[in-house]
């Protein structure tokens, strides 16, 4: 489907390439096999590859050969304080809601997790979950596109109540159950704590090409490449007013991939145009947004080892 004839907002030539898509997340951790353990268990990934960094050990753990997280064993930490910017949530995307409910299955049923909630976005069906450490974890699956509401110029997307229980009944299989790790996934999108909506637009979309989606969402601003309905969410439900982070555990790093270098290239213009600091090793760009998260975008193809790099 060309969904460039569904798409209701401009994309311009200072646009993101629409083949961006997002990495493993990273996130700072005070109990590396803790989370290790939870991450394998409730959401069916496998360690990939791990290195220590000095004092610090980088593990990355996914699916196949996909990258979905990166934890780094920095126990010294402060816990994650709510009210400040960084990480609203990791959503993980799942092909079919076969492969969504096994995996909501699992971490409903692992007694670590705390259950946060599951609702119909209107292009997704979602089941929210707060890991040991804090950190929030969406679980979702997309509707086709032909079937997404487009409204004032905006992707529409509502929250309304979906019933797990109902979802896991319709859904669930034991082949799937038993597939576990063997099943794609992926980082869809993330979602952010920002202090503010107008800086985070400026960054995000005006300065590194993300096209707004949905700008009605109270309290809340989405953006994304292509016509998607979001890769990246920000909102000031608990943050409204925050500085810069203070080093504590959870979002270490939001990662991107674009397709070019040429996509880079435009990116880095962008940055020099504001003024705003980076680094550019060849094959990924790196700077910090206006609350001090470290935000990469890199080329296609990264191996784990590239990842556990940066």
């Known amino acids: 489907m060309d969904t460039t004839t569904r798409t209701p907002f401009t994309i311009g030539e200072r646009s993101i390439n629409a083949d961006t898509a997002m990495d493993a997340v990273t996130l700072r951790v005070g109990d590396l096999e803790g989370m290790s353990s939870y991450y394998a268990d409730a959401f069916a990934m496998e360690p990939l590859e791990e ?4 004092t610090e050990v980088h593990r990355v753990l996914g699916r196949g ?25 990791t959503a993980f995307l799942f092909d079919d809601a076969a492969a969504l409910a096994a995996t909501v299955y699992r971490a409903a049923t692992d007694g670590r997790s705390r259950f946060v909630g599951s609702s119909d976005h209107t292009v997704s069906e979602a089941f929210y979950f707060t890991d040991p450490e804090g950190n929030g ?14 409204q004032r110029g905006q992707i529409f997307m509502t929250t309304t109540y979906l019933d797990p229980n109902a979802y896991l009944k319709a859904n669930l299989s034991q082949d799937v159950l038993d597939a ?7 980082v869809g999108h993330v979602h952010l704590q920002v202090g503010d909506l107008d800086a985070a637009g400026e960054f995000y979309a005006d300065t590194l090409g993300f096209d707004r989606t949905m700008t009605e969402y109270r309290g809340a601003l989405f953006v994304s490449a292509g016509g998607y309905h979001h890769h990246i969410a920000m909102n000031t439900w ?10 504590s555990l959870g979002l270490g790093e939001v ?6 270098r040429a996509d880079l290239d435009a990116v880095a213009a962008r940055l020099n145009e ?37």
């Open 180 to 186: 576990g790790p063997a099943l794609a996934g992926r």
């Open 51 to 54: 290195r220590a960094h000095g």
């Open 238 to 247: 608990n943050s409204a007013g925050a500085g810069p982070r203070a080093a």
């Open 137 to 150: 974890v969406e679980l979702y699956t997309d509707r086709p596109r032909e079937r997404w509401d487009y």
């Open 274 to 310: 504001r003024r705003l600091a980076f680094a550019d090793d060849g094959r990924s760009l790196t700077v910090d947004d206006p609350w001090g998260t470290k935000v990469t975008l890199s080329l296609p193809g990264a191996s784990v080892d590239e990842v556990l790099a940066r």
């Open 65 to 89: 050969a996909t990258p979905m997280v990166r934890l780094i064993h920095t126990p010294d930490l402060p816990e994650v304080d709510p009210r400040q910017a960084g990480l609203f949530h």
């Open 255 to 260: 990662a991107i991939t674009v397709p070019g």
